[in-house]
C-alpha cells in the first residue's frame, strides 16, 4: 500500500515538473503574439476561475457576482494611473490596489449576501453584479462613462508585450494555485467544506460559519480583483460592458464545473480547455453568434454526460480501469475499500 | 410635480402587472421544481419575436397571435425540462440547473441573433401607440389590454392552482415533493406540466414587452435580473409575492425615474438588497424548514 501512494507522489510531482516546464516554455517555443494572446487569456482565467473556487467550489455558495471584483479592481487599476499620473512600467505597482479594491467590496456585500443561501444567495450576487455594472456607467466623471478608462502606455513590441505578460498571468496563476491547494489542506479549508454538507451543523460544531465564509469570499474577491487589474494592463482598457461582464461571471462558473468543482486540478483544466476554445471559436466565427450556441451546446454536454466535471469523472473512469479484471474482492468491507480509497486518492491528488 | 408623481405610479402599476405574469411563471417553477430558470428572459424575448414574426409575415393581430404564440411556448418549455432538467439530480442540482437554463438561454439567444440580427425591433399596432385620457392619466391602450389580459391569466392560474385536482398535486408538491410522491402524486408530470405553464406565460409577457419596448435578442439579460429580483422580493415559490413585488418595484423605478432616469434602475436592486437585509425570506416567503 505504502509502495502505491510514494509511486502516486513521484507520478503526480512528475507530472507537475512536466506541467511546470511546459507552462515555462510555452512562450519561447510558440513565439508569435497570436499564439502567446491565447496563454495570457487561459492563464487569467486559470487564476479567476480557481479564485472562484475557494470561496464557491469549497463553501457551496454559487457566485454569480465574480465580476464585480474583476471589474473593480481593473477600474481601480486604471483610474489610480489615470489620476496619480502613474506612467510606464510603475503601473504595475498599482496591482495589489486592485486585489485591496476587491476585498474591500467583498467584507459589505458578503455580510449582506452571505446571510442567505442557495438560490437567493446567487440571486443577489447577480443583482449587486448590475448594480456596479451601472455604477460603472453612471459615475462618468470617475468611470469615464461608456468611454471607460484606458491604460498607460508601455514600450514594448508585441511579442515581448505578449511574452511579459504571459509571464506575469503566470505568476498569478501559480500563486493563485498554491494557495488554493492550501487552502483546502488547511482547517479554513474542512471548515469551509463542513459548511457546503451542512452548514448548520458545521455551525454546531462551533465553525465561525459567517467569518468563515467572509474571509474565503475576501480572499477570493482580492485575487480576481488582482488578476482583474492584470486583464485591464493587457488589454489596456475597460469599459463597463467588458469590465463588469454577465458572461465573465458564467463562464467562470462553467470552467469550474468543466473541470471539476471543489478540486484544485478541475478548474485549471477547465479554464486552460474552456478560454481557448472560446477564443478560438469567436475568432474563426467572427459574428459571434455561432461561438455563443457553441458554447451553450458545450454546456448542456457536459452537464448531461459528466455532471461532475472531468478530473471526478476521469478519476473514476482510472479506478474502474484499475480495478478491472481483478478476482472480486469476498469480504463487503473490503469491497467498498477499494473503491472509496481510489475516491480519496483522486480527490488528494486532484 | 405632484400630478407627474400619480401618473408614475400609474405607470409602475400598469406595467408592474405585466411583469407580474413573467414572474409568475418563473416563481410557480422555482415552487414546484426547486430550481431557477434563467432562460426565463430570454424565453420571453423568443416569445416577443414568435409575436413580431406572426404580425409582421402573417399580419395576424398580437392579442389574436397569442393563441399561436402560448401553446408553442408551452411546447418548448415541456421539451426543456423533459430532456435536460428532469435528468439532473444530486448535491449539485442547484448549480447544474442554473447551468442548464443558462445554457438554454445562450442556445436561443444566439438562434435568434442569427435569424434576426442585432437590430433593435418594436411590435406594433393600433393601439401600441394610441392612448386614452382618463382623470387627467394618459394611459396607452396597449398597457390597459395588457393589464387586463394579465389579471385574467393570474386568475386563471389561481383557480388552476386552487381550484382542480391537478393544482392540488402542483400545491402538494411544492409543499414536499417526497410525501407527495408517496401519496401517488405522479411528481414529474407535475414537474414538466408546470414547467410548461411557467414558459408558456412568457408568450404572453414577451408580446407586451415587445409592444411596450424596443427589444433585441440580448434583452433577456437585463429582464431576468429584473424578474429574479422581483421573485427573491416576493419570497420563492410565492405568487402573492410575485405579484405584490412586481408593482411595487415597478412603481417604485417608475418614480424614481422622474428625477433620475439614469439609476431608477440602480434603486430597484438596491430596494432588492434593503429587503433582504431586513427580511431574509422576502415579503411573502415562508423560512424554510432547514435550508441546506
Not at chain 1, 479567476?48 to 454559487?62: D, H, K, P
Request: hydrophobic content about 55%; proline content about 4%.
Amino acid at each position: 500500500m505504502m509502495g502505491t501512494v510514494t509511486r502516486q507522489r513521484i507520478a503526480a510531482a512528475l507530472a507537475l515538473a512536466v506541467l511546470a516546464g511546459a507552462a515555462v516554455t510555452f512562450p519561447l517555443v510558440f513565439s508569435s503574439p497570436a499564439t502567446t494572446n491565447y496563454g495570457v487569456y487561459a492563464l487569467i482565467f486559470v487564476t479567476a476561475v480557481s479564485a472562484w473556487n475557494v470561496f464557491s467550489g469549497f463553501s457551496g455558495y454559487i457566485s454569480l457576482g465574480q465580476a464585480v471584483f474583476f471589474g473593480s479592481g481593473a477600474y481601480a487599476v486604471g483610474i489610480a494611473a489615470r489620476d496619480w499620473h502613474v506612467s510606464g512600467v510603475a503601473v504595475f505597482g498599482l496591482l495589489p490596489l486592485g486585489a485591496a479594491v476587491g476585498a474591500a467590496i467583498a467584507v459589505p456585500f458578503g455580510l449582506v449576501a452571505l446571510r442567505v443561501r442557495r438560490h437567493t444567495f446567487i440571486v443577489i450576487t447577480i443583482a449587486v453584479f448590475f448594480i456596479f455594472q451601472l455604477m460603472a456607467y453612471n459615475l462618468s466623471s470617475f468611470t469615464g462613462g461608456s468611454v471607460g478608462v484606458s491604460a498607460p502606455f508601455l514600450p514594448w513590441t508585441a511579442t515581448t508585450f505578449n511574452e511579459r505578460f504571459y509571464y506575469i498571468a503566470l505568476a498569478c496563476a501559480v500563486v493563485m494555485i498554491v494557495i488554493a491547494a492550501g487552502v483546502r489542506r488547511s482547517r479554513f479549508g474542512l471548515q469551509l467544506r463542513a459548511i457546503r454538507d451542512d452548514e448548520d451543523r458545521a455551525r454546531g460544531l462551533g465553525v465561525h460559519a459567517m467569518r468563515v465564509k467572509l474571509a474565503a469570499f475576501a480572499l477570493s474577491a482580492a485575487v480576481t480583483g488582482l488578476v482583474g487589474g492584470v486583464w485591464f494592463l493587457y488589454l489596456t482598457q475597460v469599459q463597463p460592458p467588458s469590465g463588469f461582464d454577465p458572461l465573465f461571471d458564467l463562464s467562470v462558473v462553467l470552467m469550474a464545473f468543466f473541470g471539476g468543482v471543489g478540486t484544485i486540478s478541475g478548474p485549471v483544466l477547465g479554464a486552460l480547455i474552456i478560454e481557448p476554445a472560446q477564443l478560438y471559436l469567436t475568432a474563426t466565427y467572427t459574428n459571434g453568434y455561432i461561438s455563443e450556441i457553441m458554447l451553450g451546446a458545450l454546456f448542456l454536454a457536459v452537464v448531461l454526460f459528466m455532471p461532475r466535471g472531468i478530473i471526478p469523472t476521469a478519476g473514476e473512469w482510472i479506478t474502474r480501469l484499475r480495478t478491472r479484471g481483478r478476482p472480486a474482492v469476498p469480504a463487503a468491507a473490503a469491497a467498498a475499500a477499494p473503491q472509496s480509497a481510489g475516491k480519496a486518492a483522486a480527490g488528494d491528488t486532484a | 410635480m405632484a400630478r407627474q408623481v400619480y401618473q408614475a405610479v400609474v405607470d409602475g402599476i400598469l406595467v408592474g402587472g405585466v411583469y407580474a405574469l413573467m414572474a409568475v411563471g418563473l416563481t410557480l417553477i422555482f415552487g414546484v421544481l426547486d430550481i431557477i430558470n434563467i432562460a426565463q428572459g430570454v424565453l420571453v424575448i423568443l416569445g416577443a419575436y414568435l409575436s413580431y414574426v406572426l404580425s409582421v409575415r402573417l399580419h395576424i393581430d398580437l392579442f389574436v397571435g397569442l393563441a399561436i404564440t402560448v401553446p408553442a411556448m408551452f411546447v418548448i418549455g415541456v421539451v426543456l425540462q423533459w430532456a435536460f432538467i428532469r435528468r439532473l439530480r444530486g448535491r449539485e442540482r442547484t448549480a447544474m440547473t442554473l447551468l442548464v437554463t443558462y445554457a438554454a438561454a445562450l442556445i436561443i439567444e444566439g438562434s435568434l441573433y442569427e435569424a434576426f440580427g442585432p437590430d433593435y425591433k418594436q411590435l406594433s399596432a393600433p393601439y401600441v401607440t394610441s392612448s386614452v385620457h382618463v382623470l387627467g392619466f394618459y394611459l396607452p391602450y396597449i398597457y390597459l389590454y395588457g393589464f387586463a389580459l394579465a389579471v385574467v391569466i393570474i386568475a386563471g392560474i389561481y383557480a388552476l392552482l386552487y381550484r382542480t385536482r391537478f393544482g392540488r398535486s402542483v400545491r402538494a408538491t411544492t409543499q414536499d415533493e417526497t410525501a407527495a410522491r408517496l401519496i401517488g402524486i405522479d411528481t414529474s408530470r407535475v414537474a414538466t406540466l408546470t414547467f410548461g405553464i411557467g414558459v408558456a406565460v412568457t408568450a404572453v409577457g414577451g408580446m407586451m414587452f415587445g409592444a411596450t419596448n424596443s427589444f433585441n435578442p440580448n434583452s433577456g439579460y437585463d429582464l431576468i435580473s429584473r424578474l429574479l429580483a422581483i421573485i427573491i422580493l416576493g419570497g420563492l415559490g410565492s405568487i402573492g409575492g410575485a405579484l405584490a413585488a412586481s408593482v411595487f418595484m415597478l412603481t417604485l423605478e417608475s418614480v424614481v425615474d422622474i428625477w433620475s432616469p439614469q439609476w431608477a434602475i440602480a434603486v430597484f436592486y438596491a430596494a432588492l438588497v434593503v429587503v433582504l437585509v431586513v427580511r431574509p425570506t422576502g415579503f411573502f416567503g415562508r423560512a424554510p424548514a432547514r435550508a441546506q
